[in-house]
């Protein structure tokens, strides 16, 4: 799968920074750094005690053209380098700390040193560059997690969590790859797998004295159990669309007519002038969008196309994305302007227009995702409230009135998006899906258990329910990697960047 070389890279993000750290990992890692490092006391990194920081320097071997030549380098670095046979000498490159890691007691299960040096990039390249050549291979991306998992550190599920935590840009998110960094799914899942493991022993040994027709497994109890790993399955893998908007950001399309205040809300929503607000119907004709961090959740706000008849082409199109997004987000803003209800009279018909221009084809959104917010209050009053809200009575979701000029009510609309995004009840030990691998394998064992139901319930052949069964487990042990190919590793790790 992998090769035992040493392997080294650069640990922290590109460019210049106070510090960089290279990352140095495998059996001879402790020989090739004491080629580079000079500690204050002069004892080598093999004679270090595992996990402790020691100060020291880089030095790489410079040779010299004459006497006169290394008299000056002397002269100029003095204390500072080591005088070694005429032909060369030792420059200093930096002073750094070092972290050692004795095997099997680190992150891969291998030696591993850690070089914190400054964060010049000629300095990275440079310690980089002399570890290359005394004996160190340059590392894949993934290649230091994957060591660890290959060694037994963590299993693939736990893996693909660094890259998760990595990423994570919210604390939900944040919270969510450090249950499953710490085994929570796979903790899950052991039990599942140790559940319908017994279940197939039962069934393995009918097969073994299927020509005596006996049954070693109570068939109710099978069934009944069948059902208990079913539903925990189904939960796993509905949970992936939660756990999916918490890892990636929850998508808010912000829909509604022309002029209501899409773009103010977005404006407001991201803090800053993202969005061009203008009288002029129809300003906004094409998807604009960014993500915002409110409370420790990450949102993803789209800004859509006003919905009207129009007979501009390049803003039909806008249109069309508008329900494209309305029909993907997670939550609808959909904002009405209050002004529009000034008209001396409402009757039933121009009151069914009203909600007809307004709600066309999004009927079906109400219930689950959307909220009205019903903009500019600050121009309308209190009875023109009551008559909207008796408008939009039938339709069963929030309605916020709020004044974005004015900033009226907007804590109480943040709230209400808060609410419907229903992350903030996420504890640190809900089990959550949030990698579509684990959705598919999930999914597959899911159908594999419900066909082992169906089965038993039917009294087909024990020689089916066990195929099924035997399905059930491998799809399971694909999640934690127990079992496992080179394709899915390498197409797991290749997504991590390099120096993890």
């Known amino acids: ?8 890279a650069i640990a922290t993000p590109a460019g210049v920074g106070g510090i960089a750290v290279i990352r140095v990992s495998g059996e001879n890692a402790f020989e090739i750094c004491d080629k580079i490092f000079v500690s204050e006391n002069g004892n080598k990194i093999a004679d270090f005690q595992a996990n402790t920081i020691h100060f020291g320097k880089i030095v790489s071997e410079q040779r010299t053209k004459n006497k006169e030549q290394r008299q000056e380098n002397t002269f100029l670095i003095s204390h500072s380098l080591l005088l070694t046979p005429h032909s060369s000498f030792l420059s200093v490159i930096d002073e750094v700390l070092v972290s050692v890691f004795h095997a099997p007691h680190s992150f891969t299960g291998e030696n591993i040193v850690e070089i914190s040096a400054h964060g010049s990039i000629f300095v990275q390249q440079k310690i980089l560059k002399l570890l290359l050549q005394n004996g160190c291979r340059l590392a894949q991306a993934g290649e230091f997690t994957q060591r660890a998992f ?9 893996a693909e969590a660094v890259a998760d935590l990595i990423s994570s840009t919210s604390a939900a998110a944040h919270r969510l790859a450090m249950n499953q960094m710490r085994g929570g799914i796979s903790c899950e899942l052991q039990n599942l797998r140790s559940q319908l493991l017994d ?5 393995e040994l009918e097969l073994d004295f299927s020509e005596e027709d006996v049954e070693f497994a109570d068939r109710k109890n099978l069934i009944d159990l069948s059902k208990k790993i079913c539903k925990k399955l189904s939960d796993l893998t509905n949970s992936f669309d939660l756990g999916n908007a918490v890892k990636n950001g929850i998508t808010v399309a912000i829909a509604g007519k022309t002029n209501v205040g899409k773009s103010s809300l977005l404006n ?9 607000v203008s009288n002029i119907h129809g300003t906004t004709r094409d998807i604009i969008e960014d993500c915002v961090n409110i409370q420790g959740v990450m949102f993803r706000f789209i800004d859509t196309a006003g919905i009207r008849h129009t007979e501009n082409e390049i803003e039909k199109i806008g249109i069309e994305r508008a329900f494209k997004q309305i029909e993907k987000a997670q939550i609808v803003l959909y904002v009405v302007d209050c002004t529009e209800f000034d008209s001396p009279q409402i009757t039933p018909i121009n009151t069914d227009k009203i909600i007809c221009d307004n709600l066309c084809n999004l009927c079906n959104l109400w219930t689950n995702k959307a909220i009205l917010v019903f903009n500019k209050i600050d121009l309308i009053n209190n009875d023109k409230i009551q008559i909207i809200n008796e408008l939009y009575k039938d339709f069963d979701c929030p309605k916020i009135f709020v004044s974005l ?3 009226i009510n907007t804590e109480k609309l943040i709230d209400e998006i808060l609410k419907a995004a229903n992350i903030s009840q996420l504890s640190e030990n809900d089990v959550i899906i949030t990698n579509v691998r684990h959705r598919d394998a999930l999914q597959k064992s899911l159908d594999a258990v419900e066909r082992v139901i169906a089965g038993l319930q039917s009294g087909i052949s024990t020689d089916f329910i066990s195929q099924d069964i035997r399905e059930c487990l491998h799809f399971l042990g694909e999640i934690t990697g127990e079992i ?3 394709e899915i590793l390498g197409n797991i790790f290749g997504k991590f960047c390099i120096g993890k």
């Open 484 to 486: 496992t190919t080179n």
């Open 150 to 158: 290959l060694n037994g550190k963590m299993d693939l599920a736990q």
């Open 405 to 407: 000029k004015e900033k």
């Open 268 to 276: 407001f929503l991201l803090n800053e002038e993202k969005a061009i």
């Open 199 to 203: 279940f197939a022993s039962l069934i």
């Open 1 to 8: 799968m992998i090769n035992n070389n040493t392997i080294c």
